[in-house]
């Protein structure tokens, strides 16, 4: 799109290129404004108009140039491919990966053999998650090439140790419901020592982390109102079933991989065991919540769910839909609900591609367990790595290795992470999609009515007495909700949520850009803000 197209409010920053997933990105692969111009061929047959929108489309992919990939040097810089995504490869005893099962992995994505990938030894019976998927085409929307996030932090770097500070703290704060956390003294110790590393990247008040504030994302949306957004908490509507938003969730105290046996057989690729759950549903209460039911939802759940209460609530379509001021038809096949549900899963199959793309191909970022394992390795006397001060010298270190002997991540999952890199994170990369498909559909400024919130003990919903809650701020809410879920779990980082964000919202906006050649109706265009607040229309 040109910028007769995409109209932006300010000029691209450090911070904004994160959130729009780089500068190649933003000023390269979103250019379709000439494609857009016409329509199919007049006077010709159906299949010859076909044809000519299909071309171009692909004329569009066609033109693009690539942007240039950006991993941060790690795996060149350091020797072990010790800041490399390893598990279920064979490991050593000091939790480092065999380099010939290494040098195995590398070969099959540089020459992408399908044999290839067969002769990849494995440490056990876990297997790795479809690195093959790196390499597929795509029919609609950008090819998954055309996509690029910013470098990960570095392993050495103090982003990269507040990082896992700010996951030490999440995993102890696991089991305090989001609605005490401004009272909490556990929290308040949390944003005390968040508020003391220079290289902690989350939101911040006056330059301190405020308890309220604490394990949120950085939109406008998730800084306003409870914790937990209303489309994780408000009945879905699958009419005509009603269904209340309970989940069956694991028990508290439980954590996993916290002994160096069973972490060390995780590296490996062991089988895992099962986790244990409360005897009745609950509503999402605190981070173990989230993380349960981010560990069990299907790919797009939650932004179906939140399109579903939208529908249902009756809230107006964005403007830019043809039909909102038609005298003579309604939506339905195009621009109506259907639609919708559609672009969710169309937005989420073609972003999930992005983002193998960068994972397996760019950036094969270790995962949190993994740099917790070299943390406990250091403090075994098993090896020395370049691990930042403040890192070592953090008190959640100290308050984890008290409770449980070690300096490992506790892990939520039984089996600890996926068997696939971190960067950027899948969940994260399909919730920007979603959701900024959902914004794109629905007046962003409308009021969410009858907000609530859940009781501390998870069994009822409380009325929310707050500030109105707009559906705008509640779905940027939704998207850092969901890939926060599985920071909690022990899995990701917060870079890994921030850059997930960014690569599905721009390849959601290139798919809606695209599906301006199919329709017949008078389409101006959508129109939606983007997660840093800067408005856009397609």
Not at 36 to 54: D, K
Not at 260 to 279: M, T
Request: glycine share 10%; with cysteine.
């Amino acid at each position: 799109m040109s910028r007769s197209k995409v109209e932006t409010g300010r000029a691209l920053s450090r911070r904004r290129l994160l959130q729009a997933g780089g500068a190649a990105a933003a000023a390269g692969w979103l250019g379709l404004a000439e494609l857009l111009e016409a329509g199919p061929a007049a006077g010709s047959g159906r299949a010859e108009e076909a044809y000519r929108v299909r071309l171009k489309a692909a004329e569009g992919i066609r033109r693009r140039t690539l942007p240039k990939q950006m991993p941060n040097g790690d795996e060149q810089g350091l020797p072990g491919w010790i800041a490399n995504f390893s598990k279920c490869l064979p490991h050593d005893a000091r939790g480092e990966v065999d380099p010939a099962a290494m040098r195995y992995l590398l070969r099959a994505l540089e020459s992408r053999s399908p044999e290839d990938f067969e002769r990849i030894p494995l440490g056990g019976q876990v297997k790795l998650a479809n690195p093959q998927a790196a390499f597929a085409f795509q029919l609609q929307g950008p090819d998954p090439s055309m996509a690029s996030i910013p470098p990960a932090p570095r392993f050495g770097s103090d982003e990269q140790a507040a990082e896992l500070v700010e996951l030490y703290w999440q995993a102890l704060a696991r089991d305090i419901p989001f609605e005490e956390y401004p009272t909490h003294p556990t929290i308040a110790e949390a944003a005390a020592e968040l508020s003391a590393l220079s290289g902690y990247r989350g939101p911040k008040l006056d330059g301190k982390v405020a308890p309220e504030r604490l394990f949120r994302g950085t939109t406008a949306g998730d800084l306003t109102g409870p914790y937990l957004s209303q489309f994780l908490v408000k009945d879905i509507p699958l009419t005509p079933v009603r269904c209340e938003q309970k989940i069956r969730t694991a028990v508290p105290g439980l954590d996993y991989l916290t002994a160096w046996p069973d972490w060390l057989a995780s590296q490996n690729g062991s089988i895992a065991g099962v986790n244990r759950f409360e005897p009745a549903p609950l509503y999402v209460r605190g981070g173990r919540d989230l993380g349960e039911y981010m560990h069990r939802d299907f790919t797009y759940q939650a932004a179906l769910q939140a399109g579903l209460i939208l529908l249902k609530a009756g809230v107006a379509p964005d403007g830019g839909n043809p039909y909102k001021h038609s005298r003579t038809q309604a939506p339905f096949t195009t621009f109506g609900a259907p639609y919708l549900l559609y672009l969710l899963a169309l937005v989420t199959q073609v972003s999930l591609a992005a983002c193998w793309y960068q994972k397996w191909l760019v950036h094969r970022r270790l995962r949190p367990e993994e740099l917790a394992g070299r943390v406990e390795a250091g403090r075994k006397g098993l090896a020395r790595y370049p691990l930042a001060p403040g890192l070592l010298q953090s008190t959640a270190l100290e308050r984890l290795v008290a409770k449980n002997g070690t300096g490992l991540l506790p892990q939520a999952y039984p089996e600890g992470c996926p068997t696939h890199p971190a960067y950027p994170a899948g969940h994260a990369v399909i919730a920007g999609a979603c959701v900024t498909v959902l914004k794109a559909f629905f007046v962003e400024a409308a009021i969410v009515p009858e907000p609530v919130v859940p009781s501390p003990d998870g069994r009822s919903l409380l009325p929310w007495k707050g500030p109105s809650l707009t559906v705008g701020g509640e779905l940027d809410k939704l998207a850092s909700n969901i890939g926060m879920g599985r920071n909690f779990a022990g899995l990701h980082w917060r870079t890994d949520l921030q850059a997930g964000l960014a690569l599905g919202e721009d390849v959601a906006l290139q798919v809606l850009a695209e599906l301006k050649l199919t329709g017949n109706e008078l389409f101006s265009g959508w129109s939606l803000r983007r997660f840093d607040g800067e408005p856009v229309k397609i």
